[in-house]
């Protein structure tokens, strides 16, 4: 690795909210939980710089993972009930000694972004949570979102994907100066990559690309075509719906691109979702915000 660079690792994990009606197959969060950090903790193991985007989190999740994972590191986001403690949210979780968060927002994937609200045809309410973060030392900058789409509005989805779109536009294109941050947008999208909604957070000028795209196929880890296994239920179908997306990948440079499991020999599912991982390196002193 160059000393001109930042190595950065960027996660993404829908968790399996703490239902108190586990599924035939699925475990108490009880039982998930210290499994689950257990894999956050060794995923981010060795990496100063890495951004955990979770979704699917109630707030008791939320307290019990930041306890795992200790004092060193911090979280941003709201619930998506009331803005507040209430419903899932959608938190970026990130080390202090490394990055200090200078600004953060939920937004409301709806026609009304800014209050608590449904969008289009979804059955609930949809969150994105965006952080603007400072390398300390180089103050090197980076934007992160973590999200989670609608599981039945397809409407709600593709107009969903258009305002993350905007979103991701309007934070690095606000940026003064030419040297704009890269964004990097992680979530649980209900969406293939033949559905409206990848594919209209991929057309031609969004200027998002997905990151498992750019890592060349022998670097690639693990099943590229299921990060959905569900946990085992007969109607429920696994597939590829969680992605890691890049605004700004110029300069950058893909190191790796990883499905790690989300099961192993004692046959307890961490959470019917694998985790995304991806490993990028990013110039210092880009968009240096001093």
Same mark, same amino acid.
């Given at each position: 690795m160059s000393t001109?660079?930042?190595?950065?690792?960027?996660?993404?994990?829908?968790?399996?909210?703490?239902?108190?009606?586990?599924?035939?197959?699925e475990?108490?969060?009880?039982?998930?939980?210290?499994?689950?950090c257990?894999?956050?903790?060794?995923?981010a193991?060795?990496?100063?710089?890495v951004?955990?985007?979770?979704?699917?989190?109630?707030? !008791?999740?939320? !307290?019990d993972?930041?306890?795992r994972?200790?004092?060193s590191?911090?979280?941003?986001?709201?619930?998506?009930k009331d803005?507040?403690?209430?419903?899932?949210?959608? &938190?970026?979780f990130?080390?202090?000694?490394?990055?200090?968060c200078?600004?953060?927002?939920?937004?409301?994937?709806? +026609?009304?972004? %800014?209050?608590?609200s +449904?969008?289009?045809?979804?059955?609930? /309410?949809?969150?994105? !949570?965006?952080?603007?973060f400072?390398?300390?030392?180089?103050?090197?900058?980076a934007?992160?979102?973590? !999200?989670?789409? %609608?599981?039945?509005?397809?409407?709600?989805?593709?107009?969903?994907?258009?305002?993350?779109?905007?979103?991701?536009?309007?934070?690095?294109?606000?940026?003064?100066?030419?040297?704009?941050?890269?964004?990097?947008?992680?979530? %649980?999208f209900?969406?293939?990559? %033949?559905?409206?909604a990848? +594919?209209a957070?991929?057309?031609?000028?969004s200027?998002m /690309?997905?990151?498992?795209?750019?890592?060349?196929i022998?670097?690639?880890?693990? #099943?590229?075509?299921?990060?959905?296994?569900?946990f085992?239920? &007969?109607?429920?179908?696994?597939k590829?719906?969680?992605?890691?997306?890049?605004?700004?990948? #110029?300069?950058?440079?893909?190191?790796?691109?990883?499905?790690?499991? #989300?099961?192993?020999?004692?046959?307890?599912?961490?959470?019917?979702?694998?985790?995304?991982?991806?490993?990028?390196?990013?110039?210092v002193g880009a968009?240096n915000?001093?």
């Amino acid at each position: 690795m160059s000393t001109s660079t930042i190595p950065v690792r960027v996660v993404t994990l829908n968790i399996r909210y703490a239902t108190k009606k586990p599924v035939p197959g699925e475990e108490s969060w009880t039982v998930r939980c210290p499994k689950l950090c257990a894999q956050l903790a060794f995923i981010a193991s060795s990496h100063s710089s890495v951004f955990i985007c979770l979704q699917e989190v109630l707030h !008791t999740q939320l !307290t019990d993972i930041q306890a795992r994972l200790g004092p060193s590191w911090a979280h941003i986001g709201r619930g998506r009930k009331d803005g507040e403690e209430a419903g899932e949210f959608s &938190p970026i979780f990130f080390r202090i000694e490394s990055w200090g968060c200078e600004r953060n927002e939920t937004y409301w994937l709806s +026609k009304t972004p %800014d209050v608590p609200s +449904k969008g289009w045809d979804a059955a609930l /309410e949809r969150i994105v !949570t965006m952080g603007l973060f400072c390398r300390r030392k180089t103050q090197t900058a980076a934007i992160i979102m973590s !999200t989670h789409l %609608d599981h039945k509005g397809q409407t709600a989805r593709e107009e969903s994907a258009h305002l993350l779109v905007k979103l991701a536009r309007n934070w690095t294109e606000s940026w003064a100066g030419d040297l704009k941050p890269p964004l990097f947008l992680g979530g %649980d999208f209900n969406s293939t990559p %033949d559905g409206k909604a990848y +594919k209209a957070l991929t057309m031609p000028g969004s200027g998002m /690309e997905d990151m498992s795209n750019l890592v060349p196929i022998n670097l690639r880890y693990g #099943n590229q075509e299921i990060t959905y296994t569900s946990f085992g239920e &007969p109607n429920e179908e696994p597939k590829r719906i969680d992605f890691l997306f890049v605004r700004g990948s #110029n300069g950058l440079k893909f190191l790796t691109f990883g499905i790690l499991p #989300n099961r192993f020999d004692d046959m307890i599912y961490l959470s019917d979702h694998r985790p995304v991982v991806v490993d990028v390196e990013i110039p210092v002193g880009a968009a240096n915000i001093s």
